[in-house]
């Protein structure tokens, strides 16, 4: 399922530097081509680049990552930058890239019949995905629940991760990796150890996203 921004093309990508350094020209340049063919501009991008020599793509990869890297350090206090879905912090900016980056990384290595091994470094991806809950509902029609979940996860490093309080009465739990596999619409379900109690966090599961753009189809 694709991520809709431009990290599906070159990971931390060009578009979330212009959204640091040139807020009026990724609303003229980059919004309105991805309003003009919403379901359609990642796949271009990604075939115009596709011709691009690896040496050279990584090149560049590896260049801007470093750019937006810095140019997140610079970004005040209280400022919200532009993107897909509502504004966001720098810090929430760069979780949202590294979320996208490992997402991908996946499918790269799913491709290459490659195991990754999982490691303490997921907790970024597992909280924006607690933090998407609202936006999922959004994005889908429907109104978020008013109460909020407990979120338990298993850390690779033998670490309990938790998110909301302990008495509520939705909860989800499983595997640090399952659940990041789930918000990234990586795996189907079935195939993943996390499960809810209660009938909203359930629901949650069946559309959870931690992406911008418009609501994924799932894995199954």
Known sequence: MPVVDEADVEGLAPGALIAVTDEAAFAADIVSSAAQNPTGFVDAAAEELAVTPPAQLLADWRHTRTALHDALLTVEDGR????????????????????ETWAHGLDVADALGVTRAPT?????????????????????????????????????????????????????????????????????????????????????????????????????
């Open 120 to 220: 303490a470094r997921l907790r970024s991806i597992a909280h924006i995905g607690v933090r998407t809950r609202d936006f999922a509902y959004t994005v889908h029609g429907l109104t978020p629940p008013a109460e909020p979940f407990h979120v338990k996860l298993h850390a690779p490093d033998g670490a309990e991760w938790s998110w909301g309080p302990d008495d509520a009465a939705q909860r989800v739990s499983g595997s640090a990796e399952h659940f990041c596999m789930l918000v990234t619409q990586r795996r189907a379900r079935s195939e993943l150890d996390v499960v809810a109690v209660g009938p909203d966090a359930e629901q949650w599961l069946t559309i959870a996203q931690a992406f911008a753009g418009p609501p994924g189809r799932g894995r199954g």
């Open 80 to 99: 919200k930058l532009p993107w897909f879905g509502p504004p966001m912090s720098a810090p929430s900016m760069a979780t949202a890239r590294l979320m």
